[in-house]
């Protein structure tokens, strides 16, 4: 945990799953980002899902709900989704929350390894939000996108968790970027889809920001490295030149959601790419 002025922070776990290392990477030859992240024998990387926890005032806000439980067996060992060790719920346990004392929950885009927890099935067998009180922050445009998506990404997207979001009531859709709290604020992105929102947190002196999938990994801050998911890779491309160009100049933290090992960390600028200091605890 960080406790900056007025901002306590919390990186919580939903555990690990693992995707397609060529597919993490792109156009990158797998000699290269092997050297980074190595694969297993059927070429996945292991992947963390790490949600951020932000209180201020008499606001818990959580970014990202991780996966979820609810996969068949036979997705489970696709995606090597692994709980033994953590999940969201007892993630926030362990930072001394229940799901009811959330208060927001920030869903930087639907794909299903960033929403998949917003649902649980409860005692009674129906499907229902995990965080039951909490304001669900969303993006219009990422919505209408998620709700008709394209062939390249619709097997991101779980539709019937989508239905069974917008029928809580409890889904605040928003046109853009802007404030959320007194210092913590929504970033829209573009290149990996339509209307991704990453946040950004600051007290006045320090500074974080949450990557989501533009930086789902250190190893993605070299700035070609870019998803072979993302739907717009040259507006990826921009946007990562964009923020990493901020983030050295003023000495954010950045916080990945993805990354098995390293949690968060700072960058520097160097002929033309960013370097990642030692890792940063949270």
Same mark, same amino acid.
């Given at each position: ?5 007025? @901002? %306590? ?9 693992a ?6 990477? !792109? ?17 996945? *990387?292991?992947?963390?899902? %790490?949600? @951020?926890?932000?209180?201020t ?9 991780? *996966? ?9 060992? *696709?995606y ?9 719920v007892? #993630?926030?346990?362990a ?21 998949g927890?917003?649902?649980r099935?409860g005692?009674?067998?129906? @499907?229902? @939000?995990?965080?039951?009180r ?9 919505l ?11 097997? #991101? ?6 239905a ?5 009531g409890?889904v ?6 802007g ?12 290149g ?7 946040v950004?947190?600051?007290?006045g #002196? %320090?500074?974080?920001?949450?990557? !989501?999938d533009v930086?789902p ?19 990826t491309?921009?946007e ?15 916080v990945?959601?993805?990354d098995?090992?390293?949690a ?7 002929? !033309?790419?960013?370097v ?5 605890? *949270?």
């Amino acid at each position: 945990m960080l406790a900056w002025d007025g @901002l %306590r922070i919390w990186a919580l776990t939903d555990g690990r799953f693992a995707l397609d290392g060529g597919a993490m990477f !792109g156009i990158v030859p797998k000699p290269l980002w092997s050297r980074r992240i190595g694969a297993d024998d059927q070429n996945r *990387i292991p992947m963390a899902l %790490r949600c @951020l926890l932000l209180q201020t005032g008499d606001r818990l806000i959580l970014v990202d709900t991780g *996966i979820g439980s609810r996969w068949s067996q036979k997705e489970t060992a *696709i995606y090597a989704i692994d709980h033994r060790e953590q999940d969201l719920v007892r #993630s926030l346990k362990a930072a001394g929350f229940a799901p009811e004392d959330v208060t927001d929950v920030v869903l930087t885009h639907l794909h299903f390894d960033h929403a998949g927890g917003a649902l649980r099935t409860g005692a009674d067998g129906d @499907l229902g @939000l995990t965080f039951g009180r909490a304001r669900h922050h969303l993006q219009r445009r990422h919505l209408a996108w998620a709700q008709a998506a394209s062939d390249k990404d619709r097997g #991101s997207f779980r539709g019937e968790d989508i239905a069974r979001l917008m029928d809580s009531g409890q889904v605040r859709l928003r046109d853009g970027g802007g404030e959320l709290a007194p210092g913590i604020e929504l970033v829209v992105c573009e290149g990996h889809t339509v209307a991704q929102q990453v946040v950004r947190a600051s007290d006045g #002196s %320090r500074t974080l920001l949450y990557c !989501g999938d533009v930086v789902p990994t250190a190893a993605h801050l070299r700035l070609p490295w870019i998803m072979g998911y993302d739907l717009q890779p040259l507006a990826t491309l921009e946007e990562k030149r964009s923020l990493l160009t901020r983030a050295a100049a003023d000495d954010w933290l950045l916080v990945f959601e993805h990354d098995p090992v390293v949690a968060a960390c700072r960058v520097r600028s160097e002929g !033309g790419q960013f370097v990642p200091s030692a890792p940063v605890e *949270i």
